[in-house]
């Protein structure tokens, strides 16, 4: 009798401690293992998140560090493109290579600003799709040009091509020797602080001719140069704004039933 009594506290004990190791795990073993790897998982994404901005850190530091070298370089292209139109410096420009190669500039003609647009290529025209029967409606077709109001928006936003940047069309005429005048077209494009698109040009051979109507004596083998082509202009968006003005405070009005005109008292 007292050997199964024994057993049975036996057998209770050893239920009771398998209990308590399944509650142990369920109740605070496991879910202080989930949590550790919630916390494993997560410091792991804090590290990565900190490895990237060591390195944005590290290429903007570099950036400043070059940044007297980034500030002359965009001098140097704003000279080529500035943001207005600046025709009177530009005019002696040509004046200062005109006078080194002995030509004379005759004519300088500019025209009217434009902006400047990315072409974009025409689509084809879908094909209607074959109807199964006579009386079916067929497709509806593409525009020609294949442009669309979706497309355009998408098309000027893909291009590239900076918000104000504007060509400016030049004509200039010179007369001169042969030579002398494709000297100053050599000059024109790549002398000039001023970039200039050279479009077309078009040579006049000349004969002896005394100097009248503003141009100057000529001689045969002389040539009248004509040069079509662009300045271009892009307005600097990075200046500040100009702060838009306060409206001025209202002054109080009359006191009904009072005279402005009496005295006000006071000490």
């Known amino acids: 009798m007292a050997g199964a009594k024994k057993g049975s506290w036996i057998g209770a004990t050893v239920f009771g401690?398998?209990?308590?190791?399944?509650?142990?795990?369920?109740?605070?073993?496991?879910?202080?293992?989930s949590a550790a790897s919630d916390v494993r998982a997560q410091t792991t994404q804090v590290k990565s998140q900190n490895d990237a901005l060591t390195l944005k850190v590290a290429k903007l530091k570099a950036?400043?560090?070059?940044?007297?070298?980034?500030?002359?370089?965009?001098?140097?292209?704003?000279?080529?493109?500035?943001?207005?139109?600046?025709?009177?410096?530009y005019l002696r420009q040509l004046d200062t290579i005109a006078a080194a190669?002995?030509?004379?500039?005759?004519s300088v003609t500019p025209g009217t600003p434009t902006a400047v647009v990315a072409k974009t290529p025409a689509v084809p025209a879908a094909q209607p799709t074959p109807a199964a029967t006579g009386s079916a409606t067929p497709a509806p077709t593409s525009p020609a040009d294949g442009s669309s109001a979706a497309g355009t928006a998408t098309g000027a936003a893909a291009s590239g091509?900076?918000?104000?940047?504007?060509?400016?069309?030049?004509?200039?005429?010179?007369?001169?020797?042969?030579?002398?005048?494709?000297?100053?077209?050599?000059?024109?494009?790549?002398?000039?602080?001023?970039?200039?698109?050279?479009?077309?040009?078009?040579?006049?051979?000349?004969?002896?001719?005394?100097?009248?109507?503003?141009?100057?004596?000529?001689?045969?083998?002389?040539?009248?140069?004509?040069?079509?082509?662009f300045l271009f202009v892009l307005p600097d968006t990075a200046a500040a704004a100009t702060p838009a003005p306060t409206?001025?405070?209202?002054?109080?009005?009359?006191?009904?039933?009072?005279?402005?005109?009496?005295?006000v008292g006071g000490k």
């Open 161 to 229: 091509i900076p918000a104000g940047f504007t060509s400016i069309p030049m004509s200039v005429t010179v007369l001169g020797s042969y030579e002398n005048t494709l000297a100053f077209l050599s000059d024109l494009q790549t002398a000039t602080p001023r970039l200039f698109l050279v479009s077309s040009f078009t040579g006049t051979g000349q004969q002896d001719s005394p100097a009248s109507g503003g141009k100057p004596k000529t001689s045969v083998g002389d040539q009248e140069l004509v040069v079509t082509g």
């Open 101 to 106: 190669h002995a030509v004379t500039v005759t």
């Open 17 to 33: 401690s398998v209990v308590i190791v399944v509650a142990s795990w369920f109740l605070a073993i496991n879910p202080t293992l």
């Open 63 to 89: 950036d400043f560090a070059k940044l007297d070298d980034y500030k002359k370089q965009l001098g140097e292209v704003q000279k080529q493109i500035p943001s207005t139109a600046q025709l009177s410096d």
């Open 247 to 263: 409206a001025t405070p209202a002054l109080p009005g009359a006191v009904p039933g009072k005279n402005p005109l009496n005295p």
